[in-house]
């Protein structure tokens, strides 16, 4: 039973680049959330989407980053001209239901900005 | 907006002492969930706790959640090198809608 996928595990971008990460949430699961992780931090709630909707975009910043989860694929958190405090840790998990439901994590994307 | 706080951020334990993390929220919780990083990792899910003044264990580990259902607490008796790790508590104010606010973190170090 595959658990949630993210990939690359890795990604380097160059400053002003366009960042494409992607995640398939767990069989069964409908619901998709992304989170961001600096170094020795927490995990900063991002968005939550449902198939075909945004849920809660209230974590995302207003410029730049963008969100989907189409009704076919994968769920795709997308970053438009790429600045060096962009680098961290993005995570996605998947749930059941809502967030009151326990999440599940990918291994995460690893973004490097040079 | 919801603010969780944990404390201590960092904790150096003698292998076979007892651990505690705290949480506490701004905001009253519906629920409060944890988990666990390990070093290079995902975080794991441990546990949720939805009633006010509900215990949990888990083994050595033994999770509380406050009667006012602002405050958590995760403790680990005996602690082991394979308790090292990052632990998170995460909550939930709104209807579900929201997703979880997370807490710091308490990184657990172990010296064997």
Redesign the interface.
Known sequence: NAGVMQNPRHLVRRRGQEARLRCSPMKGHSHV?W?RQLP?????????LQKENI??E??MPKERFSAEFPKEGPSILRIQQVVRGDSAAY?C?SSQ????Q???????TRLSIL | GQQVMQIPQYQHVQEGEDFTTYCNSSTTLSNIQWYKQRPGGHPVFLIQLVKSGEVKKQKRLTFQFGEAKKNSSLHITATQTTDVGTYFCAGLSGGGADGLTFGKGTHLIIQP
Request: aromatic share 22%.
């Open positions: 959330y989170y020795e931090e927490g995990l900063k709630f991002m968005v939550y849920i809660d209230s974590g995570f998990a239901g809502g967030a009151v326990p999440q599940h994590f990918g291994d995460g």
